[in-house]
C-alpha cells in the first residue's frame, strides 16, 4: 500500500541528493570514511583551469588532496545542517593505509577527522580524547557496542530432520490487468494486454492510393495512420482556428507527405464544426474546462469474468449485441484498463467520445448508419462502450453528489473521421446510450456478485 507522504518513513538518501532539505532525525553512519585521491587532478588556483599531471607530482597530488578534502569540507557542513533536532554521526578509527606511527588512523584525512583532529594522525584512543574534548550539554559521545571476538562454533547437537509441506493449493493465474482490446481480441493472449496502446480500428493491410485529388478517404489506411489521426486531437485546442503550420509540422513528425496538410486542415475544421448528436453541440464548442481527453480508468474485475456470462447480459440488453459475433477470451479476474478517447460536458450532461479511423467506402456516402452499426458489430465495439459508460458511471458516481445515470449520463457518440462531412451532416457519426439496467448489472458482475444475487 503505497501512503499519501512519505514524510513518516526512513529515507536514505546521498549528501548530495539532501541540499536543500531538512530532516527532523539525521543519521551520518559513515562519516569518517573518503575516498583517497590516487590521481594528481585537480584546478590551477589561478586560471581555474582543470590539470592531469601524469607524472603525479608530489605537489600536484597535494594540490589534488587539497581539493578533495575541500570539497569534503563542504559536505559535511551540508550533512551537519541538514537536522532539525537531532544528528548522530558514526566515528570510526579507519586505516587505509599504513601510517608513519604504529597505531595511528586515517581519520585525519577526513572532512570530520580534519576538524577533530587539527589534520594531524593520531591512533584510536587519541581519537576518542578529541570527541570527549567536544561533549557538552548539547553534544554526547557513546562507545558503539561489538561482539565478544569469539570464534564461531558448529553445534553439534542432533536436530529433528524438516521437510517442507506439499503444496496443496495452487495460485491463480487469472489475475491480470486486461483490456476492452484484450476481451474483444479471439484467442488473445497476455501478451495481448501488454501492447502498447495503438489504434487497432484501421488495423491490416497498410494501403496508400494515388489520386489526383487527395480527400480524406485517400489518405493511408492502417494502425500507425489512425494512430496519427487519433494524436492530432489529443493535442488540439477544439475552440481555435486549425493551424496550417502546426498540421504541417504534425505530417512531418508522423512521417506523412506535406500534401496532405490542406487536406487535413479542412478535415479537422469539419470534424470540429460537425453537430455530434441531436443537441447540436460540436467539439468546437468545448472548452478545456468541459472536456477530458485520453481519459484513463482501471476496473476491478473482482471474481473471474467469464465470456458466455458477459456475452449473454450484453446481448439482452442491447440490440447491437444481439447482432454481433460471440465473445471469446480466457477467463480473467484483475483489472480491466482503458483509455477514454474524449469525456465532454454540455447542458449539465456527460458523453463519452470515441474516434475511428476505419475505411468504409470510397466517399462518406459509404458511412451510413447501417454501415457504421455494421462496423460496430463486426469489431464489436458494442463492448467498448459498454465497459467505457461502466468507468463513466462509477467516475460519475463518486465525483456528483446526487448523481443519476439518466440524469447525467448524456450517451455514446462514435467519430467515423473519414466519413465526417459537411454536406451530410449524419455521416461518419454514430450515437446510443446503453441502458441504465445493463450498466448495473455490469457494475454488480463486476464487482463480483452473481446475477441472483443482483
Keep these: 500500500m503505497r501512503l ?51 607524472n603525479a607530482a608530489p605537489e600536484s597530488v597535494d594540490l589534488a588532496e587539497a581539493e578533495r578534502l575541500a570539497e569534503d569540507l563542504r559536505l559535511l557542513y551540508v550533512a551537519l545542517t541538514r537536522s532539525v533536532w537531532h544528528c548522530s554521526l558514526g566515528v570510526a578509527p579507519l586505516v587505509r593505509r599504513r601510517g608513519d606511527k604504529k597505531g595511528d588512523t586515517d581519520v585525519h584525512q577526513s572532512a570530520l577527522g580534519r576538524l577533530l583532529q587539527k589534520g594531524e594522525p593520531q591512533d584510536a584512543a587519541g581519537l576518542r580524547t578529541c570527541i570527549e574534548a567536544l561533549c557538552d550539554d548539547d553534544i554526547a559521545w557513546q562507545t558503539a557496542q561489538t561482539g565478544d571476538n569469539q570464534p564461531w562454533q558448529v553445534n553439534d547437537a542432533i536436530t529433528a530432520e524438516l521437510n517442507a509441506r506439499t503444496l496443496q493449493r495452487l495460485p491463480g493465474d487469472n489475475w491480470r490487468v486486461t483490456s476492452y482490446s484484450g476481451l474483444q ?22 494501403s496508400v492510393v494515388e489520386e489526383p485529388t487527395l480527400t480524406p478517404h485517400q489518405f493511408p489506411r492502417g494502425a500507425s495512420p489512425g494512430t496519427f489521426l487519433h494524436s492530432l486531437f489529443e493535442d488540439l485546442d477544439f475552440t481555435q482556428p486549425v493551424d496550417p503550420n502546426w498540421v504541417q509540422e504534425k505530417l512531418e513528425l508522423g512521417g506523412f507527405e506535406s500534401q496532405w496538410e490542406p487536406v487535413l486542415t479542412e478535415w479537422i475544421t469539419a470534424v470540429l464544426q460537425a453537430p455530434l448528436n441531436e443537441t447540436g453541440v460540436s467539439l468546437s464548442q468545448l472548452s478545456d474546462r468541459d472536456k477530458q481527453v ?6 476491478p474485475i473482482s471474481e473471474p469474468l467469464i465470456a458466455s456470462q458477459l456475452d449473454a447480459l450484453i446481448r439482452q440488453f442491447d440490440p447491437l449485441s444481439a447482432g454481433c459475433p460471440p465473445l471469446e477470451f480466457m477467463q480473467v479476474r484483475g483489472m480491466l484498463k482503458g483509455f477514454i478517447d474524449l469525456v465532454f460536458r454540455h447542458e449539465g450532461r456527460y458523453y463519452l467520445l470515441d474516434y475511428k479511423s476505419n475505411w468504409l467506402g470510397e466517399d462518406s456516402s459509404a458511412y451510413t448508419q447501417q454501415a457504421m452499426a455494421a462496423a460496430m458489430q463486426a469489431h464489436r465495439y458494442d463492448l467498448q462502450y459498454q465497459l467505457y459508460t461502466l468507468a463513466l458511471h462509477r467516475y460519475l458516481r463518486h465525483r456528483i453528489a446526487d448523481y443519476d445515470y439518466d440524469r447525467h449520463f448524456g450517451g455514446v457518440i462514435y467519430l467515423f473521421l473519414r466519413g465526417v462531412d459537411k454536406e451530410h451532416p449524419q455521416q461518419g457519426i454514430y450515437t446510443t446510450r446503453p441502458n441504465a439496467g445493463l450498466i448495473d448489472l455490469m457494475d454488480e458482475m463486476f464487482a463480483g456478485m452473481t446475477l441472483e444475487e443482483a
Design 294 to 299: 485520453e481519459m484513463e480508468f482501471y476496473l
Design 4 to 54: 499519501e507522504s512519505d514524510k513518516h518513513l526512513v529515507q536514505i538518501v546521498t549528501i548530495h541528493k539532501s541540499k536543500g532539505l531538512e530532516y527532523p532525525l539525521v543519521w551520518l553512519p559513515f562519516i569518517t570514511n573518503f575516498r583517497v585521491q590516487d590521481q594528481a587532478f585537480y584546478h590551477d588556483r589561478h586560471s581555474f583551469e582543470a590539470v592531469l599531471d601524469l
Design 185 to 206: 481480441q479471439r484467442g488473445h493472449g497476455i501478451a495481448q494486454d501488454l501492447m502498447p496502446r495503438l489504434d487497432v480500428d484501421a488495423a491490416g493491410v497498410v
